[in-house]
């Protein structure tokens, strides 16, 4: 990986052209609850209901991988049989609930961390409930397995409400930090909350990124503010296959870049 942070690499930094999005699905923690209120933001789902999901993109004969090899595939005119998996904010359980079932089925992930905050918990979510963050060794051990490991931010801030010496520190400061954690540059970001503006895409583009996930950029979406799907625990295969069409829909009447 090139050590230069305003470089994106090579198989990902020619021209985009317009064409349709690819689907990405987006998680964030995974972990048993009974009662909704214990969940109060909808981010986590069950193991079972993980792996239920995980099993139905195999019925369709989908694999699920991780975002950069999503759009190396695409890249090269194939992988329509490829789905992104995201996991954001670097919960302790991606490795002791997730990983085992992504190796299960056979597939990829990104996990989104926060190098800002290793070790502690996701204090920005008032309602809770408090879940612990990933350790460095643990993120190291994320990556040794084989998943991507791109960046969140430093601290999971709105990047849109800051000044522009902390969108720098948040987006080159958090890739360098995880540059040192895991000995590779990460490809990718994922801005925190979703929020974007014009200023933080071309910042991140800026910061030498390959790519960024948001959540419904709009018409700001492109390579570096791509859509995705946000799973819940309610997600059955009905609900699931509503999703993928939607996201279909939305791409035929939106084409947007990626890069090639």
Not at 162 to 182: F, H, K
Request: aromatic share 6%; proline share 7%.
């Amino acid at each position: 990986m090139p050590a230069d942070t305003d470089t994106a690499p090579a198989a990902v930094a020619a021209a985009a052209r317009r064409t349709p999005s690819p689907w990405i699905l987006m998680y964030h923690s995974v972990a048993e609850f009974t009662d909704p209120a214990e969940d109060p933001y909808g981010i986590t789902v069950t193991p079972d209901a993980l792996d239920a999901q995980l099993r139905w993109l195999r019925s369709r004969g989908l694999r699920g991988v991780c975002v950069g090899e999503l759009l190396r595939a695409r890249a090269a005119g194939r992988g329509h049989d490829l789905v992104g998996l995201t996991f954001d904010d670097g919960y302790t359980d991606f490795l002791t609930r997730a990983l085992p079932l992504l190796h299960r089925h056979g597939f990829t992930a990104t996990l989104f961390a926060l190098p800002g905050r290793l070790g502690v918990d996701n204090v920005w979510d008032p309602l809770g409930p408090r879940k612990s963050l990933l350790t460095a060794e643990q993120i190291r051990e994320v990556a040794a397995a084989g998943q991507e490991i791109g960046s969140h931010g430093l601290l999971h801030q709105d990047l849109t409400a800051a000044p522009d010496d902390v969108l720098q520190q948040e987006l080159r400061g958090s890739r360098e930090l995880l540059r040192e954690l895991t000995g590779t540059l990460p490809d990718g970001f994922c801005y925190p909350y979703g929020r974007l503006d014009a200023r933080v895409v071309d910042a991140t583009r800026a910061a030498g990124y390959a790519y960024a996930c948001a959540i419904s950029p709009g018409r700001l979406a492109g390579p570096h503010a791509l859509p995705r799907t946000h799973v819940s625990q309610a997600d059955g295969a009905a609900r699931l296959r509503i999703k993928e069409l939607r996201h279909g829909a939305r791409e035929l009447r939106r084409k947007v870049p990626v890069l090639r």
